[in-house]
């Protein structure tokens, strides 16, 4: 597509239940990361998917969050057991190879997940 | 500890005056900086990308300026328009090591309503 997409735009969720997040990278980029922006915080680093390489997960604050990128594409976050600190802006962006160089460094709308 | 602090926190001007946000950074080793505009409820969208040797880039009416001795930066935004109301974030990129955390530091933006 022409941009990052992610879906849903916004999900409201009981706390305790699992949420699915999707992200759609733009066609071709085969760096793939997801952010965490709280209320008043900057964007916390979550975990980045790099072509066939492990995932880089060092920034997944509890092992209730996981990601995956099914055939090098559609990348899913899931949060289990969800908790109202969960409550967050979830920003997904996708590049074409090494972000130091910028490589066209795009970021999705992004999921407003609030926990009730 | 690799930080980002941008001031103001928030700014209010009428449309058509101009405006200067800062960036104070103390990420090293250093590989670039880049300015963002984030309207509300949107992601991120790149403004300006600098690396070690330039010390300014523009973008239409905006114009970023970096100074590495000094770990600053600033956005200078020229002859306002309402449309400019957004937040302005600043990230700094440390070279990836990979194994470990994100190399980008964000910080938390400076949110700019222009008036009319």
């Known amino acids: 597509g022409a941009g990052v997409s992610q879906s849903p735009s916004n999900k409201v969720t009981e706390k305790g239940k699992d949420v699915e997040l999707r992200c759609d990278p733009i066609?071709?980029?085969?760096?793939l990361y997801w952010y965490r922006q709280s209320l008043g915080q900057g964007l916390e680093f979550l975990i980045y998917?790099?072509?066939?390489?492990?995932?880089?997960k060092s920034g997944l604050p509890s092992d209730r969050f996981s990601a995956e990128r099914t055939g090098g594409s559609v990348s899913t976050l899931t949060i289990q057991r969800t908790q109202q600190e969960d409550s967050a802006v979830y920003l997904c962006?996708?590049?074409?190879?090494?972000?130091?160089?910028?490589?066209?460094?795009?970021f999705g709308s992004g999921t407003r997940l609030t926990v009730v | 500890k690799n930080q980002v602090e941008q001031s103001p926190q928030s700014l209010i001007i009428l449309e058509g005056k101009n405006c200067t946000l800062q960036?104070?950074?103390?990420?090293?080793?250093?590989?670039?900086l880049r300015w963002y505009k984030q309207d509300t409820g949107r992601g991120p969208v790149s403004l300006t990308i600098?690396?070690?040797?330039?010390n300014t880039k523009s973008n239409g009416r905006y114009t970023a300026t970096l100074d590495a001795d000094t770990k600053q930066s600033s956005l200078h935004i020229t002859a306002s328009q309402l449309s400019d109301s957004a937040s302005y974030i600043c990230?700094?990129?440390?070279?990836?090591?990979?194994?470990?955390?994100?190399?980008?530091?964000f910080g938390k933006g400076t949110h700019l309503i222009i008036h009319p």
């Open positions: 962006a996708s590049s074409l190879a090494n972000r130091d160089r910028g490589q066209g460094y795009t």
């Open positions: 066609s071709g980029h085969t760096a």
């Open positions: 998917f790099q072509g066939n390489s492990a995932p880089d």
């Open positions: 960036c104070n950074y103390t990420v090293s080793p250093f590989s670039n």
């Open positions: 600098m690396t070690f040797s330039e």
């Open positions: 990230v700094v990129s440390a070279p990836y090591s990979g194994g470990g955390a994100d190399g980008l530091t």
